[in-house]
Protein backbone atom coordinates (compact mmCIF):
# COMPACT_ATOMS: atom_id res chain seq x y z
CA UNK A 1 0.00 0.00 0.00
CA UNK A 2 2.72 2.30 0.57
CA UNK A 3 4.98 2.09 -2.45
CA UNK A 4 1.45 2.63 -4.31
CA UNK A 5 0.96 5.74 -2.05
CA UNK A 6 4.28 7.03 -3.58
CA UNK A 7 3.87 6.25 -7.30
CA UNK A 8 0.85 8.13 -7.27
CA UNK A 9 2.72 11.21 -5.09
CA UNK A 10 5.31 10.71 -7.83
CA UNK A 11 3.27 10.51 -10.59
CA UNK A 12 1.14 13.42 -9.23
CA UNK A 13 3.82 15.63 -9.03
CA UNK A 14 5.20 14.97 -12.40
CA UNK A 15 1.66 16.09 -13.92
CA UNK A 16 2.26 19.49 -11.93
CA UNK A 17 5.27 19.75 -13.98
CA UNK A 18 3.80 19.09 -17.44
CA UNK A 19 0.82 21.66 -16.60
CA UNK A 20 2.89 24.37 -15.34
CA UNK A 21 5.31 23.98 -18.40
CA UNK A 22 2.14 24.51 -20.43
CA UNK A 23 0.92 27.26 -18.51
CA UNK A 24 3.68 28.47 -18.90
CA UNK A 25 3.59 28.40 -22.63
CA UNK A 26 0.07 30.17 -21.91
CA UNK A 27 -1.36 27.61 -23.82
CA UNK A 28 0.59 27.51 -27.39
CA UNK A 29 1.09 24.45 -28.49
CA UNK A 30 3.41 25.90 -31.19
CA UNK A 31 6.36 26.69 -27.97
CA UNK A 32 6.21 23.40 -26.81
CA UNK A 33 8.93 21.12 -27.00
CA UNK A 34 10.05 19.43 -30.36
CA UNK A 35 8.62 16.08 -30.54
CA UNK A 36 5.92 16.26 -28.39
CA UNK A 37 7.58 16.00 -24.83
CA UNK A 38 5.05 16.76 -22.94
CA UNK A 39 2.58 13.75 -24.33
CA UNK A 40 5.27 11.19 -23.61
CA UNK A 41 5.78 12.23 -20.38
CA UNK A 42 1.74 12.11 -20.05
CA UNK A 43 2.10 8.42 -21.36
CA UNK A 44 4.69 8.14 -18.85
CA UNK A 45 2.14 8.79 -15.94
CA UNK A 46 -0.56 6.93 -17.48
CA UNK A 47 1.59 3.65 -17.16
CA UNK A 48 2.44 4.62 -13.70
CA UNK A 49 -0.57 4.87 -13.16
CA UNK A 50 -2.09 1.36 -15.05
CA UNK A 51 0.41 0.13 -12.88
CA UNK A 52 -0.96 0.88 -9.37
CA UNK A 53 -4.55 0.18 -10.66
CA UNK A 54 -3.34 -3.70 -11.11
CA UNK A 55 -2.02 -3.92 -7.68
CA UNK A 56 -4.45 -5.26 -4.83
CA UNK A 57 -5.57 -4.01 -1.69
CA UNK A 58 -6.36 -0.52 -2.59
CA UNK A 59 -8.27 1.82 -0.45
CA UNK A 60 -11.29 4.43 -1.51
CA UNK A 61 -8.68 7.00 -1.07
CA UNK A 62 -5.95 5.65 -3.57
CA UNK A 63 -8.18 4.89 -6.04
CA UNK A 64 -9.99 8.32 -6.11
CA UNK A 65 -6.85 9.89 -6.50
CA UNK A 66 -6.06 7.83 -9.30
CA UNK A 67 -9.15 8.88 -10.50
CA UNK A 68 -8.76 12.17 -10.50
CA UNK A 69 -4.71 12.15 -11.96
CA UNK A 70 -6.56 10.23 -15.37
CA UNK A 71 -9.22 13.40 -15.19
CA UNK A 72 -6.60 15.68 -15.10
CA UNK A 73 -4.29 14.27 -18.02
CA UNK A 74 -7.40 13.63 -20.11
CA UNK A 75 -8.09 17.54 -19.48
CA UNK A 76 -4.77 18.25 -20.69
CA UNK A 77 -4.21 16.28 -23.58
CA UNK A 78 -7.54 17.94 -24.70
CA UNK A 79 -6.14 21.58 -24.13
CA UNK A 80 -2.84 20.44 -26.25
CA UNK A 81 -4.47 19.06 -28.88
CA UNK A 82 -6.35 21.97 -29.36
CA UNK A 83 -3.43 24.13 -30.33
CA UNK A 84 -1.43 21.72 -32.34
CA UNK A 85 0.32 23.58 -35.33
CA UNK A 86 0.39 22.15 -38.65
CA UNK A 87 4.09 20.92 -37.80
CA UNK A 88 2.82 19.17 -34.77
CA UNK A 89 -0.19 17.36 -36.54
CA UNK A 90 2.73 16.14 -39.02
CA UNK A 91 4.35 14.75 -36.27
CA UNK A 92 1.35 13.05 -35.00
CA UNK A 93 0.71 11.91 -38.69
CA UNK A 94 3.81 10.18 -38.49
CA UNK A 95 3.47 8.89 -35.08
CA UNK A 96 4.81 5.31 -35.23
CA UNK A 97 2.14 3.59 -32.87
CA UNK A 98 -0.48 5.46 -35.16
CA UNK A 99 -3.01 2.90 -36.05
CA UNK A 100 -2.69 1.71 -39.94
CA UNK A 101 -4.89 0.19 -42.37
CA UNK A 102 -4.60 -3.41 -41.19
CA UNK A 103 -5.43 -1.76 -37.27
CA UNK A 104 -8.98 -0.29 -38.64
CA UNK A 105 -9.51 -3.03 -40.82
CA UNK A 106 -9.49 -5.61 -37.96
CA UNK A 107 -11.90 -3.03 -35.87
CA UNK A 108 -14.12 -2.24 -37.85
CA UNK A 109 -14.93 -4.63 -40.88
CA UNK A 110 -15.19 -8.46 -40.82
CA UNK A 111 -14.51 -11.37 -43.16
CA UNK A 112 -11.58 -9.73 -44.24
CA UNK A 113 -10.02 -11.85 -47.39
CA UNK A 114 -6.96 -10.26 -49.17
CA UNK A 115 -6.56 -10.16 -52.78
CA UNK A 116 -2.93 -10.78 -54.13
CA UNK A 117 -0.86 -9.42 -57.20
CA UNK A 118 -1.10 -7.24 -59.97
CA UNK A 119 -1.75 -9.88 -62.77
CA UNK A 120 1.64 -8.47 -64.67
CA UNK A 121 4.61 -7.85 -62.32
CA UNK A 122 4.13 -8.53 -58.67
CA UNK A 123 2.42 -8.44 -55.59
CA UNK A 124 3.36 -5.10 -53.81
CA UNK A 125 2.58 -5.72 -49.88
CA UNK A 126 2.92 -1.78 -49.77
CA UNK A 127 -0.78 -1.99 -51.19
CA UNK A 128 -3.68 -3.74 -49.26
CA UNK A 129 -6.58 -4.83 -50.95
CA UNK A 130 -9.24 -7.30 -50.34
CA UNK A 131 -13.17 -7.63 -49.94
CA UNK A 132 -14.71 -7.45 -46.21
CA UNK A 133 -18.11 -6.72 -44.91
CA UNK A 134 -19.27 -3.55 -43.42
CA UNK A 135 -21.74 -3.40 -40.79
CA UNK A 136 -23.33 -7.00 -43.15
CA UNK A 137 -22.59 -5.18 -46.34
CA UNK A 138 -19.97 -6.59 -49.03
CA UNK A 139 -17.31 -3.82 -49.62
CA UNK A 140 -13.60 -3.73 -51.40
CA UNK A 141 -10.91 -2.13 -49.47
CA UNK A 142 -7.64 -0.47 -50.81
CA UNK A 143 -4.99 1.27 -48.38
CA UNK A 144 -1.28 1.60 -48.07
CA UNK A 145 -0.14 -0.57 -44.94
CA UNK A 146 2.95 0.66 -43.30
CA UNK A 147 4.85 -1.13 -40.23
CA UNK A 148 6.55 -0.75 -36.84
CA UNK A 149 9.63 -2.96 -36.66
CA UNK A 150 12.27 -3.23 -39.20
CA UNK A 151 11.53 -6.25 -40.89
CA UNK A 152 8.15 -5.32 -41.37
CA UNK A 153 9.22 -2.06 -43.02
CA UNK A 154 11.26 -3.72 -45.25
CA UNK A 155 8.54 -5.97 -46.77
CA UNK A 156 6.21 -2.97 -46.55
CA UNK A 157 8.59 -0.76 -48.27
CA UNK A 158 7.97 2.04 -45.30
CA UNK A 159 4.39 2.13 -46.91
CA UNK A 160 5.70 3.56 -50.58
CA UNK A 161 4.02 1.86 -53.31
CA UNK A 162 5.73 0.41 -56.88
CA UNK A 163 3.94 0.76 -59.75
CA UNK A 164 2.81 -3.06 -59.53
CA UNK A 165 1.08 -1.57 -55.99
CA UNK A 166 -1.28 0.91 -57.76
CA UNK A 167 -2.13 -1.56 -60.68
CA UNK A 168 -2.87 -3.99 -57.92
CA UNK A 169 -5.63 -1.15 -56.26
CA UNK A 170 -7.03 -0.88 -59.60
CA UNK A 171 -7.65 -4.02 -60.41
CA UNK A 172 -9.16 -4.61 -56.77
CA UNK A 173 -11.39 -1.40 -57.62
CA UNK A 174 -12.79 -3.10 -60.76
CA UNK A 175 -13.61 -5.88 -59.48
CA UNK A 176 -15.66 -3.70 -57.08
CA UNK A 177 -16.96 -2.32 -59.85
CA UNK A 178 -18.42 -5.53 -61.72
CA UNK A 179 -19.36 -6.63 -58.63
CA UNK A 180 -21.25 -3.13 -57.08
CA UNK A 181 -19.40 -2.92 -54.25
CA UNK A 182 -18.29 0.09 -52.54
CA UNK A 183 -14.97 1.19 -52.19
CA UNK A 184 -13.63 2.26 -49.04
CA UNK A 185 -10.00 3.36 -49.30
CA UNK A 186 -7.45 4.14 -46.43
CA UNK A 187 -4.47 6.62 -47.48
CA UNK A 188 -0.92 6.81 -45.40
CA UNK A 189 2.19 6.87 -47.70
CA UNK A 190 5.27 9.25 -47.35
CA UNK A 191 4.53 9.37 -51.14
CA UNK A 192 4.97 6.46 -54.03
CA UNK A 193 8.07 4.71 -53.95
CA UNK A 194 11.06 6.70 -56.33
CA UNK A 195 13.63 3.91 -57.00
CA UNK A 196 14.65 3.14 -60.52
CA UNK A 197 13.09 -0.09 -60.99
CA UNK A 198 9.76 1.97 -60.35
CA UNK A 199 10.51 4.71 -62.61
CA UNK A 200 11.23 1.39 -65.37
CA UNK A 201 8.22 0.10 -64.34
CA UNK A 202 5.97 2.88 -65.29
CA UNK A 203 5.28 4.68 -62.10
CA UNK A 204 4.05 7.38 -63.05
CA UNK A 205 1.70 5.84 -65.56
CA UNK A 206 0.49 3.45 -62.86
CA UNK A 207 -0.66 6.67 -60.93
CA UNK A 208 -2.05 9.02 -64.09
CA UNK A 209 -4.01 5.44 -65.09
CA UNK A 210 -5.59 5.01 -61.61
CA UNK A 211 -6.30 8.82 -61.48
CA UNK A 212 -8.41 8.54 -64.84
CA UNK A 213 -10.27 5.14 -64.04
CA UNK A 214 -11.31 6.19 -60.64
CA UNK A 215 -12.63 9.35 -61.46
CA UNK A 216 -15.47 7.21 -63.43
CA UNK A 217 -15.76 3.77 -61.48
CA UNK A 218 -19.81 3.59 -61.01
CA UNK A 219 -19.61 2.87 -57.47
CA UNK A 220 -19.35 5.01 -54.40
CA UNK A 221 -15.84 5.59 -53.07
CA UNK A 222 -14.93 7.15 -49.83
CA UNK A 223 -11.16 8.22 -49.06
CA UNK A 224 -10.02 8.45 -45.66
CA UNK A 225 -6.60 9.91 -45.22
CA UNK A 226 -5.38 8.25 -41.77
CA UNK A 227 -1.76 9.42 -41.60
CA UNK A 228 0.71 10.82 -44.36
CA UNK A 229 -0.94 11.81 -47.41
CA UNK A 230 1.97 12.45 -49.79
CA UNK A 231 1.70 13.29 -53.24
CA UNK A 232 0.56 11.32 -56.52
CA UNK A 233 1.05 8.01 -53.82
CA UNK A 234 -1.81 9.38 -51.80
CA UNK A 235 -4.04 11.15 -54.85
CA UNK A 236 -3.40 7.27 -56.65
CA UNK A 237 -6.16 6.15 -54.68
CA UNK A 238 -7.77 8.78 -53.00
CA UNK A 239 -10.21 10.15 -56.17
CA UNK A 240 -13.64 9.66 -54.29
CA UNK A 241 -16.91 10.70 -53.57
CA UNK A 242 -16.08 11.60 -50.52
CA UNK A 243 -12.33 12.28 -49.63
CA UNK A 244 -11.93 12.69 -45.08
CA UNK A 245 -9.58 13.53 -42.93
CA UNK A 246 -8.68 12.03 -39.70
CA UNK A 247 -8.26 14.68 -37.07
CA UNK A 248 -4.34 14.77 -36.89
CA UNK A 249 -3.62 13.64 -40.60
CA UNK A 250 -1.70 15.40 -43.25
CA UNK A 251 -2.40 16.05 -47.00
CA UNK A 252 0.27 17.82 -49.21
CA UNK A 253 1.93 17.49 -52.45
CA UNK A 254 5.61 17.39 -50.77
CA UNK A 255 6.71 17.06 -47.15
CA UNK A 256 7.46 19.94 -45.00
CA UNK A 257 10.77 19.14 -45.32
CA UNK A 258 11.20 18.56 -49.10
CA UNK A 259 9.26 22.05 -49.43
CA UNK A 260 11.99 23.74 -47.00
CA UNK A 261 14.66 22.18 -48.92
CA UNK A 262 12.92 23.67 -52.00
CA UNK A 263 12.01 27.24 -50.98
CA UNK A 264 14.94 28.02 -48.60
CA UNK A 265 17.44 25.68 -49.04
CA UNK A 266 17.05 24.49 -45.73
CA UNK A 267 15.24 21.56 -44.40
CA UNK A 268 15.25 23.03 -40.76
CA UNK A 269 12.63 25.39 -41.99
CA UNK A 270 10.02 22.89 -42.08
CA UNK A 271 7.70 23.87 -39.21
CA UNK A 272 7.56 27.25 -41.42
CA UNK A 273 6.76 25.18 -44.44
CA UNK A 274 4.01 23.20 -42.97
CA UNK A 275 2.32 25.81 -41.83
CA UNK A 276 2.38 27.73 -45.29
CA UNK A 277 1.65 24.64 -46.85
CA UNK A 278 -1.92 24.33 -45.09
CA UNK A 279 -1.63 20.78 -45.16
CA UNK A 280 -4.46 19.94 -41.64
CA UNK A 281 -7.18 18.62 -42.35
CA UNK A 282 -9.17 22.31 -40.89
CA UNK A 283 -6.84 24.10 -43.82
CA UNK A 284 -7.98 21.28 -46.62
CA UNK A 285 -11.78 21.46 -45.25
CA UNK A 286 -11.59 25.48 -45.89
CA UNK A 287 -10.52 25.34 -48.76
CA UNK A 288 -13.16 22.86 -50.11
CA UNK A 289 -10.03 19.97 -51.15
CA UNK A 290 -11.68 17.46 -48.50
CA UNK A 291 -15.21 16.74 -47.17
CA UNK A 292 -14.93 16.17 -43.53
CA UNK A 293 -12.80 15.52 -40.46
CA UNK A 294 -12.98 12.42 -38.45
CA UNK A 295 -12.40 13.48 -35.24
CA UNK A 296 -9.73 11.21 -32.97
CA UNK A 297 -9.04 10.65 -29.05
CA UNK A 298 -8.12 13.48 -27.13
CA UNK A 299 -4.22 13.10 -27.93
CA UNK A 300 -3.92 10.99 -31.11
CA UNK A 301 -5.13 7.79 -32.52
CA UNK A 302 -2.43 6.64 -30.95
CA UNK A 303 -3.13 6.79 -27.72
CA UNK A 304 -6.40 4.50 -28.37
CA UNK A 305 -6.67 2.31 -31.21
CA UNK A 306 -9.88 0.97 -30.92
CA UNK A 307 -11.76 4.43 -29.85
CA UNK A 308 -10.40 5.79 -33.04
CA UNK A 309 -11.56 3.36 -34.99
CA UNK A 310 -15.09 3.55 -33.44
CA UNK A 311 -15.18 7.43 -34.44
CA UNK A 312 -13.75 6.31 -38.28
CA UNK A 313 -16.23 3.54 -38.27
CA UNK A 314 -19.46 5.81 -37.32
CA UNK A 315 -17.98 8.32 -39.79
CA UNK A 316 -18.01 5.75 -42.58
CA UNK A 317 -21.53 4.59 -41.85
CA UNK A 318 -22.42 8.50 -42.11
CA UNK A 319 -21.07 8.74 -45.50
CA UNK A 320 -21.84 5.56 -47.22
CA UNK A 321 -25.62 5.65 -46.56
CA UNK A 322 -25.85 9.44 -47.89
CA UNK A 323 -23.94 8.15 -51.04
CA UNK A 324 -26.24 4.96 -51.61
CA UNK A 325 -28.93 7.24 -52.18
CA UNK A 326 -27.72 9.31 -55.09
CA UNK A 327 -28.15 7.60 -58.75
CA UNK A 328 -24.84 6.25 -59.46
CA UNK A 329 -24.49 8.46 -62.70
CA UNK A 330 -25.41 11.53 -60.73
CA UNK A 331 -22.65 10.22 -58.25
CA UNK A 332 -20.07 9.97 -60.70
CA UNK A 333 -20.67 13.16 -62.70
CA UNK A 334 -20.76 14.42 -58.86
CA UNK A 335 -17.51 13.00 -58.70
CA UNK A 336 -15.69 14.42 -61.59
CA UNK A 337 -16.97 18.07 -61.07
CA UNK A 338 -15.83 18.30 -57.22
CA UNK A 339 -12.38 17.61 -58.38
CA UNK A 340 -12.15 19.58 -61.87
CA UNK A 341 -13.35 22.40 -59.63
CA UNK A 342 -10.82 22.33 -57.17
CA UNK A 343 -8.03 25.00 -56.20
CA UNK A 344 -10.23 27.93 -58.53
CA UNK A 345 -9.41 31.07 -56.68
CA UNK A 346 -10.36 34.35 -57.81
CA UNK A 347 -9.30 37.65 -56.39
CA UNK A 348 -11.69 40.46 -55.96
CA UNK A 349 -10.03 43.94 -56.54
CA UNK A 350 -11.12 47.01 -54.99
Known amino acids: MGNAMLVVTGA???????????????GDGRKMDAGHKSQQELQKIEQQLKKVQSLDGQDE????EIQQLQERIELLRKQMSSHFGAWEKTELARHPQRPYALDYIERIFSDWSEIHGDRGYADDAAILCGMARFHGEEVMIVGHQKARDTKQKVYRN???????????ALRAMKIAEKFG?????????PGAYPGLGAEERGQAEAIARNLREMARLEIPIITVITGEGGSG????IAV????????????????????????WRDSSKKELAAQALRITAKDLTEMGCVDGIVPEPAGGAHLDHEAAAALLD???QKHLAELKKQPLKELVTSRYNKFRNMAQF???EA
Open 233 to 236: GALA
Open 240 to 263: ADRVLMMENSIYSVISPEGCASIM
Open 158 to 168: FGMPNPEGYRK
Open 12 to 26: EFLLSMVEARWAAKN
Open 61 to 64: STRR
Open 346 to 348: FRV
Open 181 to 189: RPVMTFVDT
Open 314 to 316: ASL
